[in-house]
């Protein structure tokens, strides 16, 4: 360890932003810094992550360091210990906030929708729609493929298709009659 006059010089060095002195800095105290940490955190990773976090702070603050107030150890010492003491504090929190999960809570059904199965089972079905909808007149096709697929009312699809609203409604209604008797004869039962 330096004598504290050295610190003290080192110091007033840092608050004037000389990264020289503030490697040499930490070079002098590291070690001891560490220690503190390490000796409230009981973990080395937080510990080292504490001691990172300090020594930003004394390289942000270190023209607060006042050293009538004490010795410049003694000021990163309190540096160290205030955020361990903060990170224990929120690790307190967090624990406090936590819920432990039981065996009941961890035993949640899978969606079944990303089975294998399920999706075989949904691909045979967009199969067979397809198939059944190839049954259809064209301008069957086209009504029912405005109304579903692009959300369109009846007067939306008559307008676009050029055609008189009474006729695009036969033709939805007509083609959803042949796509449903398709489908049950294919074995697919509206949901």
């Given at each position: 360890m330096q004598a504290p006059q050295d610190?003290?010089?080192?110091?007033?060095?840092?608050?004037?932003?000389?990264r020289a002195a503030f490697e040499h800095l930490y070079r002098l105290t590291?070690?001891?810094l560490f220690s503190v940490s390490l000796r409230m955190?009981?973990?080395?990773?937080?510990?080292q992550e504490i001691l990172q976090e300090a020594y930003v702070s004394i390289w942000h603050h270190a023209q607060g360091y006042q050293p009538a107030a004490g010795t410049p150890m003694t000021w990163m010492i309190n540096i160290?210990?205030?955020?361990?003491?903060d990170l224990l504090r929120a690790r307190r929190h967090e624990d406090a906030q936590s819920v432990a999960l039981d065996d009941d809570a961890l035993a949640v059904p899978a969606d079944a929708a990303?089975?294998?199965?399920?999706l075989l089972?949904?691909?045979?079905?967009?199969?067979r729609i397809g198939a059944c909808m190839q049954t259809l007149s064209a301008p069957q096709r086209q009504a029912l493929a405005l109304a579903y697929y692009r959300g369109m009312v009846h007067t939306e699809i008559a307008e676009a298709?050029?055609?008189?609203?009474?006729?695009?409604k036969a033709w939805v209604r007509r083609g959803l009659d042949r796509l449903k008797t398709c489908l049950e004869a294919g074995g697919v039962v509206a949901s």
């Open positions: 610190l003290h010089q080192l110091m007033a060095r840092v608050a004037l932003r000389d590291s070690a001891h955190l009981r973990n080395e990773q937080r510990a160290v210990r205030n955020k361990a003491i990303g089975e294998p199965a399920h089972e949904q691909s045979l079905v967009d199969a298709l050029h055609t008189p609203l009474g006729t695009i």
